[in-house]
């Protein structure tokens, strides 16, 4: 199933998108899609009995915003350094363990919202990623058969970074990634029995047209199953928690000077094969 959230910032109401395109109403069935619904079989199976019944309401989706497609999440945890291609062209030896960092959950917007060059920013990159949804509570997981029954789903995500202050300035990389408006994700959440393989799916970002990255979760050192299972290893992953895994080459921070980071007025997009695509416009904080 393709599950999303749609109306203003904060009064979002959950949807589906059915196999013809039609966005559908789920407000009847439940509340929200957040970390209860997506830990409740039963709910699950509900809107999947409505959906093969064709008894959800159509929505008209002219005008409607996408928000998050996720609501009330608890955290954000980020894997750096996930690509070969990407690490090969910062220079960085390949890790011999996930680099973990976090991002505050309200970092997180719609996939079309605005995104805000912070002040006295010079340095603000993009990252297309694939976002991990977890399902289940997971703690000190075993193997990646255990940690793949704990994934929900998966989303787009653009992991928005200020490397100047990620790298620059000291300290942790926290400082670079955390601005508002710096984790636009949707615009669906699509089930995990819908992406049979998440090592082979294709992630591309275009800035004002020109394509920027163009790479494959293939790539991955740390593939999915062992992301999960290792990051269990450190802290209780919940329902509705993301976990974001990486970015592949093509960033600002990679091409030769001068470096081509992004000011007001631009425009991102970008996609991952299955997942949907993105679209924000840059403006000044």
């Not at 929505?59 to 996720?70: C, I, K, N, S, W």
Request: hydrophobic share 40%; proline share 6%; with cysteine.
């Amino acid at each position: 199933m393709k599950l999303l959230r749609v109306g203003t910032a904060g009064a979002e109401r959950p949807a589906l998108l059915d196999e013809d395109g039609t966005l559908r109403d789920l407000s009847a069935l439940v509340d929200d899609v957040d970390g209860g619904l997506l830990a409740d079989e039963s709910a699950l199976d509900r809107i999947r009995a409505a959906l093969g019944a064709g008894v959800l309401p159509a929505l008209d989706a002219t005008g409607l915003r996408v928000g998050p497609p996720v609501g009330r999440i608890g955290k954000v945890v980020c894997i750096g350094l996930n690509y070969h291609d990407h690490a090969a062209e910062n220079g960085a030896a390949i890790p011999a363990e996930p680099v973990v960092f976090f991002k505050a959950a309200d970092t997180v917007v719609g996939p079309n919202d605005t995104v805000l060059v912070p002040r006295r920013s010079v340095k603000t990159d993009w990252e297309v990623e694939l976002a991990i949804v977890i399902g289940r509570t997971a703690r000190y997981l075993e193997s990646d058969e255990q940690a793949m029954a704990h994934v929900a789903g998966y989303a787009l995500s653009h992991d928005v970074s200020e490397r100047e202050w990620q790298i620059e300035r000291g300290g942790t990389w926290d400082k670079g990634k955390n601005c508002e408006t710096f984790n636009p994700l949707g615009p669906w959440l699509v089930t995990a029995d819908e992406v049979p393989d998440p090592q082979a799916l294709s992630l591309k970002l275009w800035v004002n047209g020109e394509l920027k990255q163009n790479g494959s979760t293939v790539d991955q050192i740390f593939p999915v199953a062992e992301v999960v299972r290792y990051v269990s290893q450190f802290m209780t992953l919940y329902p509705g928690d993301i976990i974001n895994t990486g970015t592949p080459a093509g960033v600002a921070m990679g091409q030769p000077e001068p470096k081509p980071y992004l000011r007001a007025g631009d425009v991102v997009e970008l996609e991952i094969e299955g997942l949907g695509r993105q679209r924000q416009e840059l403006k000044d904080a």
